[in-house]
Nanobody, 124 residues
Framework: QVQLVESGGGSVQAGGSLRLSCARS????????MGWFRQAPGKEREGVAT???????RYLDSAKGRFTISRDNSKNTLYLQMDSLKPDDTATYYC??????????????????WGQGTQVTVSS
């Protein structure tokens, strides 16, 4: 059973930075996707960034140039470096994993494993 645990959320002022981490336990075979999603109150969950087994990344347009997704396979850990944060980035951020996917779209339904979420609050 795969489990995902996020950490690193918090409160920052606009323009600040945060780095989210997601520790994975359990084994995933073959190709898989890892991703970060977020959900703000009253809004639908949206994909922020994904990374494929081969390292290809995808980003939400508003995250491009500000956020960087990466992973350390030796530590089974996924990261999201968030710079130049804006109040619109305020949301609960979720780590997710999808087995048996080669390409990794920013689409929540393909992800079968989810973390509990970590809150990010950006003040103006």
């Amino acid at each position: 059973q795969v489990q995902l645990v996020e950490s690193g959320g918090g409160s920052v002022q606009a323009g600040g930075s945060l780095r989210l981490s997601c520790a994975r336990s359990g084994y995933i075979t073959g190709d898989y996707c890892m991703g970060w999603f977020r959900q703000a109150p009253g809004k639908e969950r949206e994909g922020v960034a994904t990374i494929e087994t081969g390292g290809t990344t995808r980003y939400l347009d508003s995250a491009k140039g500000r956020f960087t997704i990466s992973r350390d396979n030796s530590k089974n850990t996924l990261y999201l470096q968030m710079d130049s944060l804006k109040p619109d980035d305020t949301a609960t951020y979720y780590c997710a994993a999808a087995e048996d996917w080669v390409a990794c779209p920013l689409v929540a339904p393909i992800f079968g494993y989810w973390g509990q979420g970590t809150q990010v609050t950006v003040s103006s």
